[in-house]
T-cell receptor, first 115, second 112 residues
Framework: GESVGLHLPTLSVQEGDNSIINCAYSNSASDYFIWYKQESGKGPQFIIDIRSNMDKRQGQRVTVLLNKTVKHLSLQIAATQPGDSAVYFCAENIPYRGGADGLTFGKGTHLIIQP | NAGVTQTPKFRVLKTGQSMTLLCAQDMNHEYMYWYRQDPGMGLRLIHYSVGEGTTAKGEVPDGYNVSRLKKQNFLLGLESAAPSQTSVYFC???????????FGDGTRLSIL
């Protein structure tokens, strides 16, 4: 079936640089997208979300971009800090899926911050 | 702030045993969810609930049952545990559809 996927399993960046984590989705019916950060031994932590009627949304140090034409989602983290090291998941809500309101998650990207 | 609390945090079971995982949220959220997370995979939805007294199947419901007798609690049951159910189980809650889901810190379950 259709699912959310990640372009790279591991991303290594220098501290202070900007990070871009990419996500490809294949379901054009998805109407809601969300990024989570997961640190070792903890549950996913909400970062930022975006609805399908938008193409950009900004938060504190983070920006999510949605390109529905190519079904692509990205998370940009500005001035990466050591505390940003984690696994990042994108997830989508597929509205036709029997009304289920659970999210479909990608496999995750491990962001490593180099000192 | 407690948010979403899961108990227990760790558990080891033998094949065929039963157990119940408890999830409690103090945010007055209507929606609650159970996911499992396996190595190299994202979270997969097991069951969910859109309100007290309601439950519905997710992506991987077989071998699990759930109950939502109180709005703040969502229970996940394994009637006869199998090694394939070894996983990390996460509970989440949200205000409604297309709202951020807030997760607990997980229950690490091993079935021998």
């Amino acid at each position: 079936g259709e699912s959310v996927g990640l372009h790279l399993p591991t991303l290594s960046v220098q501290e202070g640089d900007n990070s871009i984590i990419n996500c490809a989705y294949s379901n054009s019916a998805s109407d809601y997208f969300i990024w989570y950060k997961q640190e070792s031994g903890k549950g996913p932590q909400f970062i930022i979300d975006i609805r399908s009627n938008m193409d950009k949304r900004q938060g504190q140090r983070v920006t999510v971009l949605l390109n529905k034409t190519v079904k692509h989602l990205s998370l940009q983290i500005a001035a990466t800090q050591p505390g940003d090291s984690a696994v990042y998941f994108c997830a989508e809500n597929i509205p036709y899926r029997g009304g289920a309101d659970g999210l479909t998650f990608g496999k995750g990207t491990h962001l490593i911050i180099q000192p | 702030n407690a948010g979403v609390t899961q108990t227990p945090k760790f558990r080891v079971l033998k094949t065929g045993q039963s157990m119940t995982l408890l999830c409690a949220q103090d945010m007055n959220h209507e929606y609650m969810y159970w996911y499992r997370q396996d190595p190299g995979m994202g979270l997969r939805l097991i069951h969910y609930s859109v309100g007290e007294g309601t439950t519905a199947k997710g992506e991987v419901p077989d071998g699990y049952n759930v109950s939502r007798l109180k709005k703040q609690n969502f229970l996940l049951g394994l009637e006869s545990a199998a090694p394939s159910q070894t996983s990390v189980y996460f509970c989440a809650s949200s205000n409604s559809k297309n709202q951020p889901q807030h997760f607990g810190d997980g229950t690490r379950l091993s079935i021998l």
